[in-house]
């Protein structure tokens, strides 16, 4: 199974400043960035941030978005809201069994 | 409006089954796969399995072959997915995703193909199981 290194368990950002979540897969892409990235508000479902590497799902502000390939990705955040609070998970989609990050709970300061 | 409609929340016994439902609407399950989430308390994300769009074929976790059985109503255009033989740790919120299907690559992978490929797009509300004597 392709494993994907933990992250930050946590992250404390001021409203305004940006942020970064680093993910990092065990396994090279196959020509496509299969990473997607997650993200679950407090007693919600995940929603979809990014797909495909870099895709932002719709709706999803420009303020996300993410760098890196093959192996290393980052999530950046250019100024964080109080709405981005919330566990962000990044997920390989390559193959099954799709498999999680175990999560980057972003909090406010 | 596309949406997925879980059942609701169960309380079960050890060695019990459970069989949750997932109603499609805004789509027809056959343009998408359906895939089977998740989250013990306090935990990350755990996939337990697929089932394709066009021909009910399915894909299961190693650690959920055996007990999960993922199914779909095509007229009625609902998913399923049913854990046997429960046990404490089952307990936790299993989510249906929409999402993409997965292809069998000849080198002993499922992987998904790039032009159909748009992540697990629509979650279900969550259906919470827990498992207790």
């Known amino acids: 199974d392709i494993v994907m290194t933990p992250s930050p368990l946590s992250l404390f950002v001021t409203p305004g400043e940006p942020a970064s979540i680093p993910c990092r897969s065990s396994?090279?892409?196959?020509?496509?960035?299969?990473l997607d990235w997650y993200l679950q508000k407090p007693g919600k479902s995940p929603q979809l941030l990014i797909f495909?590497?870099?895709n932002r799902a719709s709706g999803v502000p420009d303020r996300f978005n993410v760098s890196g390939s093959g192996t290393d990705f980052t999530l950046k955040i250019s100024r964080v809201e109080a709405e981005d609070v919330g566990v962000y998970y990044c997920?390989?989609?390559?193959?099954?069994?799709?498999?999680f990050g175990q999560g980057t709970r972003l909090e406010i300061k | 409006q596309v949406q997925l409609v879980q059942s609701g929340a169960e309380v079960m016994q050890p060695g019990d089954s459970v069989k949750i439902s997932c109603k499609a609407s805004?789509?027809?399950?056959?343009?998408?796969?359906i895939h089977w989430v998740r989250q013990a308390p306090g935990q990350s994300l755990e996939w337990l399995g697929w089932?394709?769009?066009?021909?009910?074929?399915?894909r299961y976790s190693q650690k959920s072959q055996g007990r999960v059985t993922i199914s779909r109503d095509t007229f009625a255009n609902i998913a399923y997915m049913e854990l046997s033989r429960l046990r404490s740790e089952d307990t936790g919120v299993y989510y249906c995703?929409?999402?993409?299907?997965?292809?069998?690559?000849?080198?002993?992978?499922?992987?998904?193909?790039?032009?159909?490929?748009?992540?697990?797009?629509?979650w279900g509300q969550g259906t919470t199981v827990t498992v207790s004597s």
């Open positions: 997920m390989q989609a390559l193959e099954t069994p799709i498999t």
């Open positions: 396994q090279l892409s196959h020509g496509h960035n299969y």
């Open positions: 805004g789509y027809t399950v056959t343009d998408h796969g």
């Open positions: 495909l590497g870099s």
């Open positions: 995703v929409r999402g993409a299907d997965y292809y069998y690559d000849g080198s002993g992978h499922y992987r998904p193909r790039p032009l159909n490929y748009s992540g697990l797009d629509v």
């Open positions: 089932i394709n769009s066009g021909n009910d074929n399915r």
